[in-house]
């Protein structure tokens, strides 16, 4: 198969994604397995099959966004986001706290940060903007049904709390969907909001190259009050976070200056 820049354009013409902005190699070989599932055997083959077939376009869209996502994911760094960081974050902008979980998958992250918002609010207080690239799996995160390796994490009076057994799945409670607004986003092109308390985009950017983490963590700052915190996945750093206008203050929390 050949003219892959020929096939980014038309990838992005037809979805707005920006596949320049993804490792290459990585993704060339995830895309590659795809067509070859579909029996075509160039670019322009699966692209005409893209524009005709709507399930071959979704798993396409669902493919290209990493959906590897899982509720209180590396439990210890959520423990210090509710020790430390939600009481600090409640001492400096009161209750109405804006907290925006970035790249949210399919609702695990922003739905953990509720829970975890509650050991310190009344629900009714909690708001938290949720965006993803991908349509499908921000249907999934309105449903809110998980498997138990999902919630495997979740503090057991939390888990008691807000999740209901439906078969061998779990639901999560209305209270808790009520306190999450879902909306597609783009990273890479749309526009970021503002003033937020807190940014949570973790094990998303690992993805990118390194002018798109660049670009991404530079537009998240400005998307930070002073003193706002953004938390990054444990697989991830911000290594030229001083010249972007953060400091650092543990492996995963950053702080705008």
């Not at 993704?27 to 670019?43: A, F, G, N, Q």
């Not at 994490?153 to 209270?175: M, R, W």
């Amino acid at each position: 198969m050949d003219n892959y820049d020929g096939f980014k354009k038309e990838v992005y013409d037809l979805t707005k994604i920006d596949l320049s902005s993804y490792k290459e190699k990585q993704m060339r070989r995830r895309i590659d397995s795809l067509v070859t599932k579909h029996k075509c055997k160039e670019y322009h083959d699966y692209v005409a099959l893209l524009k005709s077939d709507k399930e071959v376009f979704d798993e396409f869209v669902n493919f290209l966004t990493i959906n590897v996502s899982e509720f209180y994911r590396n439990p210890e760094q959520w423990d210090l986001l509710t020790k430390e960081f939600i009481p600090e974050l409640i001492k400096h902008s009161g209750q109405n706290l804006k907290i925006w979980s970035a790249a949210c998958s399919t609702g695990d992250e922003p739905y953990s940060l509720v829970m975890a918002l509650s050991q310190h609010l009344p629900l009714n207080k909690i708001k938290i903007l949720a965006t993803d690239i991908d349509k499908q799996v921000i249907a999934t995160a309105k449903v809110g049904l998980y498997n138990a390796k999902s919630i495997a994490n979740v503090p057991a009076d939390l888990k008691k709390k807000y999740f209901t057994p439906v078969g061998n799945s779990f639901q999560i409670s209305e209270e808790i969907k009520k306190c999450v607004e879902f909306k597609e986003h783009n990273l890479l092109r749309d526009t970021y909001p503002t003033n937020y308390d807190m940014i949570v985009c973790r094990n998303v950017l690992i993805y990118f190259t390194d002018e798109a983490k660049d670009e991404v963590y530079d537009k998240f700052c400005k998307s930070l009050r002073p003193g706002g915190i953004l938390f990054i996945g444990s697989t991830e750093q911000v290594i030229n976070y001083k010249d972007l206008g953060y400091k650092r203050r543990y492996s995963f929390y950053y702080e705008k200056n």
